[in-house]
Structure formats: structure tokens, C-alpha cells
């Protein structure tokens, strides 16, 4: 038996109330939006000049968002993203703190809704012995 199964719409509820307007789940939401209609493009130009437009519109949108997000952080827009090169080894970015991740804060807080839901559901439905 899945011991989340009762619990999970009340804990979805309040994990999409809560991150509904948090710029990190914002973004990833957008950026999911995005990823997911490139992936049911079903068609490609082989005509050389319409797909780097379509690369430079699609850079666009990537820009658009990471710029939201940064502006939503007090962050400093950026003027183009920047490209990763595979060739290079990648170099972490400065430390987060974990209070400052949101990710981490928000599995928190849901491990916390469950513990709640889960006690006032064991005061209301005590276990006769």
C-alpha cells in the first residue's frame, strides 16, 4: 500500500498554491511549456536560412525567460545567453544556500504538509488497540 496515496491531492493543492507564483517553479514550468511544444514539432526546414531563424527565435523565447526569472530574482537582465561548450569541463556556480533553493525548500515544506495531514487525520481517525 502507497502510505502518499490518501494525502496526495491535499498535498498537490497546497505545493501548486505555493509555488504558483515563485519565480524558480515559474520558470521551469515555462521552460517545460517551451521544451515540450520543440519536442512535438513534427516538422523541420531543410531550407538553411528558415531553421537558423528558427534557432535564433527559439534563443529568443530561452533569453525571455531566464531574463524574467533574473528580474523576478532583483537579478541583472541578461544581454544574450550564454553557450555551454561540451568541450570544456563545467564549472559549478557559486554555492546556494539550501534556504535559497527553492526546490529543496519547497520539498521540505511539502514533507511537513504530509507530517500535518497525516497527524490530524490519525487525531480524527485514532487506531482502536
Known amino acids: 500500500m502507497n502510505p502518499f496515496k490518501p494525502f496526495l491531492t491535499e498535498l498537490k493543492a497546497r505545493h501548486e ?25 513534427t ?12 534557432q535564433e527565435r527559439i534563443e529568443e523565447r530561452q533569453l525571455a525567460l531566464e531574463n ?3 528580474k523576478a530574482k532583483g537579478e541583472e537582465p541578461l544581454a544574450k545567453l550564454e553557450r555551454e561548450d561540451e568541450t570544456t569541463p563545467h564549472i559549478e556556480d557559486k554555492k546556494i544556500k ?5 526546490y529543496l525548500s519547497e520539498s521540505g515544506r511539502i514533507l511537513l504538509d504530509y507530517l500535518g495531514v497525516q497527524n490530524a487525520m490519525a487525531k480524527n481517525n485514532p487506531v482502536e488497540q
Not at 531550407?47 to 531563424?53: I, L
Not at 539550501?98 to 527553492?102: K, N, R, S
Open 17 to 41: 498554491a505555493r509555488t504558483n507564483d515563485n519565480p524558480d517553479f515559474v520558470f521551469t514550468r515555462d521552460r517545460l511549456a517551451l521544451t515540450q511544444e520543440l519536442t512535438h514539432e
Open 43 to 54: 516538422t523541420i526546414s531543410l531550407n538553411e536560412d528558415k531553421r537558423r531563424a528558427q
Open 68 to 70: 524574467t526569472l533574473r
Open 98 to 102: 539550501p534556504e535559497d533553493d527553492a
